[in-house]
């Protein structure tokens, strides 16, 4: 059984264009159900507050939680990242991108609880990639983000460059978590790999 983290929230980005995938990559079919609603359930293991970062909340209702829109719009997820913390009043923001089904709960979970005395914790793959949409943020890292947003700089990867700003990085390998947990879907063939790698 999974403990609650009361001070969290999660927020699943679901803002993104999905250019690639030809139609929201949120929406992909997982055995007859949306990936975002597999992911949100997922989440609730973890938190009582989530909430999905995206432009418009029609598509997302049928999840019965809060849609929040970003004050700055059509900047990425850091802008998504930004809304949650101004919606919520809570110490820590778990985001997720909603195009990684592959993710597992104890590396989520891991997230959360290496976050003390950090200002984010974010996994590295062991090729030494960053993953900023699966990652746990405190707090204290709102005024660096609206720094960045006010600039113009919205690639997350900026953010961890701020000074004076802790930032925890995971190891996948040391905490042995294979890199394909968090196996973005970019196209249609990253889906159908998905799907026959799992026999769906």
Known sequence: MTTLFHDLTAVVLAGGQSSRMGGDKALLPINGVPLIRVLVD??????????????????????????????YPRCGPLAGLHAAMLRSHRSLILTLACDIPDVPLPLLGRLVQEGSGADAVVPVSSDGHIHPVCAVYNRSCLPAIERKLQSGEYKMLRLFAEPGLRVKKLSMSQFHFPDSDLKDLDSIDDFETFLRRHKM
């Open 42 to 71: 997922r989440l609730r293991n973890l938190t009582d507050e989530i909430y999905v970062s995206a432009n418009t909340s029609e598509s997302y209702a049928f999840l019965g939680i809060p849609v929040v829109a970003a004050v």
